[in-house]
């Protein structure tokens, strides 16, 4: 038989009470009519069609055979449907049984209406299409076929399809519903408690809506779905979506928050959009930009940049290698990792901000509304710049370049072998330190430490209680104002103006001292003291300066001056030899104190104005 057409069908005439088979045999000229011979027998209900042929038919004959089945108006209780043919088409229109088996191979199956409580496809070389309501199982087995099929019972236990180098397609309703294929497309409808789809080497569309638990798996094939690796998802529970080589972009935006989102990806991109209560994301060599929305958000990637906008009501992690991270984030703690790349964006963090870094820049904004509770700051080899603003804050870098803008209660920068710049206004204590970098900073504190080696301090500070300034060779030059300001240096100058309540200490060696001293009118008795060697030492104070002054040079041939540049005739001299000049000077006893030194070989010049 060259090719065959199997038709079944149930009579629409309510007179038909007995089944009937019809058949027609097509046959090519060199075949003899009388070669060819059907019987068609009943026994007690089951019917006999046998097709006797020619003996042997030669390839130059062709022989075509066309049956159409038609079952009775009155169709109660059948029990079986089994058809297995070869090169023959099946349709089948109307039918219910309690089982269905059809096979065939090189044919096509094309149902319009079978109902059975277990239906078995099976096809080769072929398709199978059509309606079919099973009301227990249908299972659809295909090989380098299509299958396309309506099988819609919500009733029904499960669906399975089997395809290998075919695609499936179709709408498929069951409280299980299961799809395999090899070197396929899946695209289907969906509907289910649960839906497994696996694949390989192809890829998956569709769209789901499932009660309970979706997977969907393949390799070398995107997703693309409606639900949500390409798509749309809304999941109740847990999404789980993971490929390799490829792209992720989808929308997971449940109604109700979705417990858990887990995406991974193997040299892939991850974009698309994201809501539930905890999220994971980790990728190798890719690229990460969300938009999420949870509880908990996770993003781990190596060897790539993290960016996108996150809103977390705990705790954002974002760690990665060899990429930047560039973000806006809102969330209670947030934590942000990374090396050989830089660390960018907005953060509004309510309790902890940490961000860490090698030999890349961090610069950020990180000004919550309310203050944040704590915000640490490390970069190994890097540039540290941004706004920050906190309770308390604490930046570290080596071998680096510190430059923010800080408001906190608190703040610590440590620098080493590299300078600290920036603007700070700090309730409490600020603390700058660093070896082998200058300081240049613009700041007002409670209290403020400027620490550094081999490096000169230089700009404007302002401290309510006390201002430290220490450094080694290296000058210091700042425009300073505090209760009580002490400067050491050594091999470094010292120049500046200080504003001062209480009292001012500066020492160092080899280098000259000049300074500008106003005071507070905090106190009737401010002190201060300047000392050197060998080299100058100059102090401009106020005319109207009360005190005593103790004002020397230890080198016999080194000058040393006392002088009131406003005349006004209240100094009083109790030793006046040339290179020592104690007195007082004013009216109010006791009063300040200044004391100058300088030894070997520098002059000595104390002037009020």
């Known amino acids: 038989i060259v090719s065959g057409h199997i038709s079944i069908l ?15 045999v097509y046959y090519s000229g060199n075949i003899y009519p009388s070669d060819i011979r059907n019987t068609i027998n009943n026994d007690t209900g089951t019917y006999h069609h046998t097709l006797f042929t020619p003996t042997y038919i030669q390839p130059s004959q062709r022989l075509t055979v066309c049956w159409t089945v038609v079952l009775p108006y009155a169709w109660a209780r059948a029990k079986m449907l089994k058809i297995n043919v070869q090169n023959s088409r099946v349709d089948i229109v109307r039918l219910s049984f309690q089982e269905a088996w059809i096979n065939t191979t090189n044919a ?15 096809a080769k070389n072929s398709q199978i299409q059509g309606n079919v309501i099973a009301n227990h199982e249908l299972t659809v087995q295909a090989y380098n076929s299509l299958v396309n099929l309506v099988s819609r019972n919500p009733t029904a236990e499960k669906i399975v ?11 498929y309703l069951a409280k299980n519903v299961m799809v395999e294929t090899v070197r396929g497309q899946v695209s289907i409808q969906a509907e289910a408690e649960e839906v497994t789809v696996n694949n390989t080497d192809g890829p998956i569309g569709g769209s789901y809506r499932v009660a309970k638990a979706l997977t969907l798996k393949t390799t070398n094939g995107l997703v693309d779905v409606d639900a949500g690796i390409f798509g749309s998802y809304s999941v109740a529970k847990t999404l789980k979506l993971e490929t390799t080589n490829a792209l992720v972009n989808v929308a997971a935006e449940a109604e109700e928050t979705t417990e858990k989102i887990v995406v991974r990806a193997m040299n892939g991109t991850i974009l698309g959009r994201y809501r539930a209560k905890n999220i994971m994301v980790e990728t190798v060599r890719g690229h990460v930009n969300i938009k999420a929305e949870a509880e908990g958000v996770t ?5 790539g940049p993290i960016g996108g906008s996150y809103r977390v009501v705990k705790a954002l992690a974002l760690k990665t290698t060899n990429g930047l991270v560039d973000v806006d984030a809102k969330a209670e ?13 907005s953060y509004n963090v309510a309790k902890t901000l940490k961000l860490e870094t090698t030999n890349a820049l961090v610069n950020v904004a990180a000004e919550a509304e309310e203050a944040t509770e704590k915000i640490v700051v490390r970069a190994m080899n890097g540039t540290i710049l941004g706004k920050y603003l906190a309770k308390n804050i604490m930046v570290e870098t080596v071998r680096g370049h510190v430059s923010i803008q800080a408001e906190a ?20 204590a600020l603390t700058l330190k660093t070896t082998n970098g200058l300081v240049d ?21 302002h401290a309510a209680e006390i201002l430290k300034l220490v450094t080694t060779d290296a000058l210091v030059r700042v425009a300073a104002e505090a209760g009580e300001v002490q400067v050491q240096t050594t091999k470094g100058a010292i120049y500046g103006d200080y504003a001062i309540g209480y009292s001012l200490a500066m020492e160092t060696s080899y280098e000259e001292i000049q300074a500008n001293v106003t005071f507070l009118n905090r106190t009737r008795y401010p002190v201060v003291s300047a000392s050197t060697t060998n080299e100058k030492v100059y102090l401009s104070l106020p005319a109207n300066f009360s005190g005593h002054f103790d004002v020397r040079s230890l080198d016999y041939t080194s000058y040393v001056n006392v002088r009131d540049e406003c005349n006004q005739g209240d100094i009083v001299f109790e030793i006046n030899n040339g290179y020592i000049m104690i007195g007082t000077k004013g009216t109010y006893y006791p009063g300040g104190q200044v004391v100058m030194r300088s030894n070997w070989g520098g002059g000595v010049d104390l002037v009020f104005v």
């Open 10 to 24: 149930r009579t629409i005439n309510p007179s038909v009470t007995f089944p009937t088979i019809q058949v027609a």
């Open 108 to 122: 096509e199956i094309e149902i319009l209406g079978l109902t059975a409580a277990s239906v078995r496809l099976e």
């Open 161 to 171: 399809v089997r395809a290998t180098n075919g695609t499936v397609l179709g709408k």
């Open 299 to 303: 993003v781990n990637n190596t060897d």
């Open 333 to 345: 703690d947030v934590d942000v990792r990374t090396t050989n790349g830089g660390i960018f964006g």
């Open 409 to 428: 209660e608190g703040v610590t920068v440590n620098n080493t072998d590299g300078p600290i710049g920036g603007s700070y206004r700090v309730v409490k």
């Open 441 to 461: 900073a613009d700041a007002k504190a409670e209290n403020v430490e400027v620490r550094t080696t081999n490096g000169a301090i230089s700009g404007s500070y």
